[in-house]
Each structure stands twice: as C-alpha cells, then as structure tokens.
C-alpha cells in the first residue's frame, strides 16, 4: 500500500525523470547517491506511478550503470526488515528467471551443498510469465515451502541448510515493481537490482545473468558493494546453474579484486531440450532412477562454481571434484507431495 505523499514528493522526484530523459547531448547517468535517493522514493510511495513508469524504462533505454544499481541497491535494503543477528547464511542465491528451455537443476546444486552444510539462502520473485518454471513452484513440487519470517528462515536453515524466501515477504514494494513487467512488456532494472539484495549478507553469493552484455554491469555492482566471494556468470535461462553444453565465463570477486575463468563445456554438442521444464526428472536423477549427463553436469558444474565462491576450493579441478564428492554422499530428497 502506498504511504501518503506529499505535494513536493513528486516535484522532487520529477528532477531524476528530467535528468535521464533529456535529449541525448543533455541526459546523464544518476550517481550512486542520486540513484538511492531516487529509487528510496520509488520504495516509499513519493513518487506518482506515472514518474514510475517513466523512471524504469528511461534507465532501461539508457541501460543502467553499476553505480545506478548500486545506489538502488542500496535503497532496497535499507527497506527491507532487518534478519535475525544469528541467522548466519553461507551462500547467497538469487533465483528470478524461471526456467524455459531445461529443468531446475540447479535446485539440486543448492539442495547438494545444504546437505554437505553450506547454509544457502534462496530468493526470488513471484512467477511473471507463463512459460516458465519459477523457484518458488519447482521447489513446493520438490515439497520445500517458502519461508515467510526471518524466525522460521533460522529454523530451516538450522534444520535443512537450505531456505527460501520469496521477495513479496523481503520486499512487496519490490515485488509489486518485478510485477510491472506484464504492463511494460520489458524487464527493468529492477530484475538486475534484486539479483543483488543479498539479504542475510552472506559471505558468498552466486549471480546470473541472460545476457552477456550485462556481465560487466553485474560484476562492477558487486565489487561497488562490497561482496566478497562471489561468482558472476551467464546461467542458462538466467538462473544461476552452468551451461554444460557452453563454454562459460565466470567472473570470480574476492578480496576486493575480480578475476577471470573458463568453465570449459562438457558436452560437445548441444543438450535436446524437453518439452517443458519439471521437477520429476530432478528427483529421478538424485535417486539414480534416470540418466542424465547434461543435469548431472549442470548440477555438479554449479556446485563447483559455488564452491569457489565460498573459497572452499581453490581451482576449477577441485571444485568439481569436491562436487563429485559430494554427490556421492547425497541424502534422500524430502518425500514428494501428495
């Protein structure tokens, strides 16, 4: 619900309108500051949702900064409701995609890495279009439910090693922002901030993208916020799981500085897709019911490049062979439901 504004809100806000949608020689980018104190007006309810609209979508066309996305970024957790001081999370995962062309086997690197003690952390937005498998419905199919308090996030991740929240309880004024995208037609910048809201702020976090235009604009915000252990590449779909039938590029931040790796493919040719993403084929796999060399390799590939981020491994080698070692130690999956 929006907050009462007032009558110099919206004049105010009218100045960042202004300065992204001048004429080309007269527009520029926000600074990090302005960024904040814009988009914190946009959380608020100061601005009009016509100013809204017009906002996102000039940022859009322009194509926004890290230092935009940073200062937004740093809106949205400024409102968000603080977690509990002994929540402690691991492995920050952004999940907002939804999957297309392949299954959600990435589910099973994060349920991989909770069972071998990684506390992970998933979040992601409500489902936005129709022809796509979203966390939050892949994961009730898997029986996991959405934590919907930080308290019962404690209890999960103290229970499992692995929660889910969904952005409408972290944020609904951000959830009702990703909602616009059935009006626009187009993403915003909106679905590049929340990748970044690191909630708990983990001491590592993965980070996809969909396009690869956007890898610099991911890497930079992430160095600009001070993330430690992260890794940011090209996912398939834009969820945060490895391509075994592409060669990827991963972005790897720690201690402040960014390096640059090649996760070769492990297949040579291209994977058949199936005729629409479920979760039974995750479930068969983990229990040895079902071959699959492309979601075994997407699941152990994006276990390793977690295990990066983490600094639990040093190298690309030891990173998926600790991922082997780690699916051969695998626990049972929770009991599908009725």
């Known amino acids: 619900m929006r907050v009462a504004r007032s009558a110099q809100g919206p004049q105010a806000f009218a100045g960042f ?6 004429g080309k020689t007269a527009r520029r980018s926000l600074t990090e500051r302005e960024a904040e104190e814009a988009f914190a007006m946009v959380l608020d309810g100061t601005a009009t949702e016509a100013q809204i609209g017009a906002f996102l979508m000039l ?33 920050d995962w952004p999940s907002y995609a939804g999957k297309r062309q392949h299954h959600p086997w990435y589910l099973l690197s994060a349920l991989l890495l909770a069972g071998a003690g990684v506390r992970v952390l998933m979040h992601g937005c409500a ?35 692995f929660c889910y929240m969904p952005l409408g309880t972290l ?32 001491r590592a976090g993965l980070r996809s993208l969909h396009h690869p235009a956007y890898a610099t604009l991911h890497a930079e915000s992430a ?23 592409a060669d990827t590029t991963i972005a790897l931040l720690r201690a402040g500085a960014a390096g640059v790796m090649t996760l070769a493919r492990s297949l040579a040719q291209r994977s058949p897709k199936p005729e629409r993403p479920c979760t039974d084929a995750l479930r068969a796999l983990w229990n040895d019911t079902s071959e699959c060399t492309y979601g075994l390799d997407a699941v152990l590939g994006t276990a390793a490049v977690a295990l990066l981020a983490l600094g639990e491994v ?19 999956l929770p009991e599908a439901p009725e």
């Open 17 to 22: 309108v202004k300065l992204l949608g001048r």
């Open 59 to 91: 940022l859009r066309v322009k194509e926004e900064t890290p230092s935009e996305i940073t200062g937004m970024v740093r809106a949205a957790r400024a409102q968000l409701h603080a977690p509990e001081a002994d929540l402690r999370v691991d492995l």
């Open 127 to 161: 489902p936005h279009a129709r022809d796509r498998l979203f966390v939050a419905d892949a994961l009730r199919e898997l029986g996991i439910y959405p934590a919907n308090s930080w308290q019962q996030a404690r209890h999960e991740l103290d229970d499992h090693g």
């Open 171 to 202: 944020s609904p004024a951000l959830q009702s922002l990703m909602d616009l995208r059935a009006e626009f037609g187009l993403r915003s910048p909106v679905n590049t901030l929340v990748r970044h809201l690191d909630p708990a702020r983990a």
């Open 223 to 245: 160095l600009a916020l001070g993330n430690d252990g992260v890794a940011v590449f090209r996912g398939e779909g834009g969820e945060c799981e490895i391509r075994p039938d």
């Open 314 to 332: 040093r190298d690309m080698d030891g990173a998926r062979e600790a991922a082997e070692q780690l699916w051969q130690g695998r626990s049972a």
